[in-house]
């Protein structure tokens, strides 16, 4: 992969020079005014090296995390640009992932996505032609080869830092990442995990990564969220 200062992110060279990094994550509106995104958006600048921008997140409609992340880069706010494999397939993804280097975006988290059963259109048909080690793998060798999977040469900037998502848990002894070890091997280079509001379980999970020597191949952003309420603690707690 390119290491031109100049194309890389910050959030790339922040977690490349080893120095705490702070990302946030906006869910973008289901509104075609850029306003309604930067009222949720531009508290962050300043505070987060970069903002994440969800991709269809709890598989409902919202404004393109696409558009979003240009939206966001012309009001002086580094995006994350999340994809995932749920909703299209594998030509529109590279299509995409083209576009977003064309704009100027430089991170991308790709995950799998939701299943639209669990959101307020569940006759949708899901798409999942590439998993998320799959659709790692494909913006891997346009970053690092400069091609496409059937080898057409891809002209222009292709930097990208590429992101999974990934789960804290306790590490019983017989435990193995498999799963992280896959998405670093497909060319994730950072991750970011689901809710671990308890430091030694973080502790414990990612002193196993370490043994494991996947620190040294991908760095962690462990993730927190403002609680609310009392009840929403319990809620989190129960579930």
Same mark, same amino acid.
């Not at 799998?112 to 032609?129: H, L, N």
């Not at 970053?143 to 900037?157: E, M, S, Y």
């Not at 990208?160 to 994730?188: E, R």
């Given at each position: 992969?390119?290491?031109?200062?100049?194309?890389?992110?910050?959030?790339?060279?922040?977690?490349?020079?080893?120095?705490?990094?702070?990302?946030?994550?906006?869910?973008?509106?289901?509104?075609?005014?850029?306003?309604?995104?930067?009222?949720?958006?531009?508290?962050?600048?300043?505070?987060?090296?970069?903002?994440? $921008?969800?991709?269809?997140?709890?598989?409902?409609?919202?404004?393109?995390?696409?558009?979003?992340?240009? @939206?966001?880069?012309?009001?002086?706010?580094?995006?994350?640009?999340?994809?995932?494999?749920?909703?299209?397939?594998?030509?529109?993804?590279?299509?995409?992932?083209?576009?977003?280097?064309?704009?100027?975006?430089?991170?991308? $988290?790709?995950?799998?996505?939701?299943?639209?059963?669990?959101?307020?259109?569940?006759?949708?048909?899901?798409?999942?032609?590439?998993?998320?080690?799959?659709?790692?793998?494909?913006?891997?060798?346009?970053?690092?080869?400069?091609?496409?999977?059937?080898?057409?040469?891809?002209?222009?900037?292709?930097?990208?830092? $590429?992101?999974?998502?990934?789960?804290?848990?306790?590490?019983?002894?017989?435990?193995?990442?498999?799963?992280? @070890?896959?998405?670093?091997?497909?060319?994730?280079?950072?991750?970011?995990?689901?809710?671990?509001?308890?430091?030694?379980?973080?502790?414990?999970?990612?002193?196993?990564?370490?043994?494991?020597?996947?620190?040294?191949? @991908?760095?962690? $952003? @462990?993730?927190?969220?403002?609680?609310?309420?009392?009840?929403?603690?319990?809620?989190?707690?129960?579930?």
């Amino acid at each position: 992969m390119s290491t031109n200062a100049d194309d890389c992110s910050e959030l790339a060279r922040r977690l490349a020079g080893g120095r705490f990094t702070i990302t946030a994550e906006v869910v973008p509106p289901v509104s075609t005014d850029p306003a309604d995104l930067l009222a949720r958006a531009m508290p962050l600048r300043g505070l987060a090296t970069a903002v994440n $921008l969800t991709d269809g997140a709890g598989a409902k409609a919202h404004l393109s995390s696409l558009v979003a992340a240009h @939206i966001l880069l012309q009001n002086g706010i580094e995006p994350i640009l999340q994809m995932t494999g749920r909703d299209r397939n594998r030509l529109a993804l590279q299509n995409d992932l083209l576009g977003a280097l064309a704009l100027g975006v430089r991170n991308v $988290l790709i995950i799998s996505g939701d299943d639209p059963k669990i959101g307020d259109q569940p006759s949708t048909k899901p798409v999942f032609d590439l998993d998320s080690k799959g659709l790692l793998a494909v913006a891997h060798e346009i970053a690092d080869a400069r091609r496409l999977p059937p080898g057409t040469a891809v002209h222009g900037p292709t930097q990208l830092m $590429l992101g999974a998502a990934a789960l804290p848990v306790d590490p019983p002894d017989d435990w193995s990442p498999a799963d992280l @070890i896959a998405k670093a091997d497909a060319g994730a280079r950072f991750v970011q995990t689901q809710f671990c509001m308890d430091m030694a379980i973080a502790r414990r999970w990612i002193a196993r990564l370490r043994g494991l020597g996947l620190t040294d191949r @991908i760095k962690v $952003l @462990i993730g927190v969220a403002p609680i609310p309420s009392a009840r929403s603690a319990q809620w989190m707690r129960s579930n």
